[in-house]
């Protein structure tokens, strides 16, 4: 069976900035998380796959079918949500989503008015109306209504409170229970992904730092505490970074086991979160 998204050796260049080579697959049924700083190339990886850019070169596969050549069909089959509202602000919920309905030959509006009873959506409010979460749960509700099987998501819990966050989470927890859809999450906030992703893609300057499992990339790294004293050369080789103050260190370690080994209990190594690992490997604070 094809995965739901693959991309291969994708390249995209720009005056000051370039996506260099970046490759990563998501299989059906698991939630990928896409992270990285601002400005590492997560909205325009995104970009390339929707085909509102032109790749230089690469190839990108939805449900095993170029994105290109198969686009019509393959994005009958995607719902996406974005940071930005690209609705017609002066319509209604309901004047919005009978002009988006056209657009989509699987379109449910059973399916539509259940999730805007879930999510008490005003159906005679115009979307100027609506909270920025609002808007978020109408373009969820709106990406469900047509059997999507990807949905694709670029950065939809940024500005957000924390409530309307652990809701939305909840949702894309539930959508993933059916087997037969994915979700490829792109965010900054990666206390998200902590708590629903399967798979972590993390790209950086352009370039695919990683991607595989989460609890994979959580079990390895390892998070060092512990007196400047132990730091020689042969133990530094063995961190992404370190940050060094008058008192200690504290560092991320790229086989936690080995360093375990290697420093017994002269200092303390804890597991990881995916903020501390995007930010050791993203900053590259380290003074190896």
Not at 253 to 266: E, F, S, T, Y
Not at 268 to 275: F, R, V, W, Y
Request: with cysteine; hydrophobic share 40%; proline share 3%.
């Amino acid at each position: 069976m094809a995965p739901v998204l693959e991309v291969r050796d994708l390249k995209k260049s720009f005056k000051d900035f370039a996506i260099n080579n970046i490759s990563f697959t998501l299989e059906k049924g698991y939630i990928m998380g896409f992270i990285g700083p601002n400005g590492a190339g997560k909205s325009t990886t995104i970009k390339l796959i929707l085909n509102l850019l032109k790749k230089n070169d690469g190839e990108i596969k939805i449900f095993g079918l170029d994105n290109i050549k198969y686009e019509k069909e393959v994005k009958n089959r995607i719902g996406f949500v974005f940071d930005e509202n690209y609705f017609y602000e002066e319509l209604t919920v309901m004047e919005m989503k009978r002009l988006i309905a056209s657009f989509y030959k699987n379109w449910d509006d059973r399916v539509f008015n259940k999730y805007i009873k879930e999510f008490s959506l005003p159906p005679k409010a115009k979307i100027k109306e609506l909270s920025k979460g609002m808007k978020m749960k109408f373009s969820i509700a709106i990406a469900l209504s047509h059997d999507a099987e990807l949905l694709i998501m670029d950065e939809p819990t940024s500005g957000l409170d924390p409530i309307i966050r652990s809701e939305l989470l909840d949702i894309l927890t539930f959508l993933i229970q059916d087997e037969n859809k994915s979700v490829f999450f792109s965010t900054h906030i990666t206390s998200d992904l902590d708590k629903i992703a399967d798979y972590i893609t993390f790209i950086n300057h352009g370039s695919i730092v990683f991607s595989c499992a989460k609890d994979d990339i959580v079990e390895k790294h390892g998070l060092v505490k512990g007196p400047k004293e132990i730091l020689n050369a042969d133990v530094r080789k063995h961190f992404i970074g370190i940050k060094e103050t008058p008192y200690g260190f504290e560092g991320l370690a790229g086989d936690r086991q080995q360093v375990k080994r290697i420093l017994g209990d002269k200092a303390i190594i804890d597991k990881p979160s995916l903020d501390d690992i995007m930010l050791y490997y993203a900053k590259e604070v380290q003074n190896v």
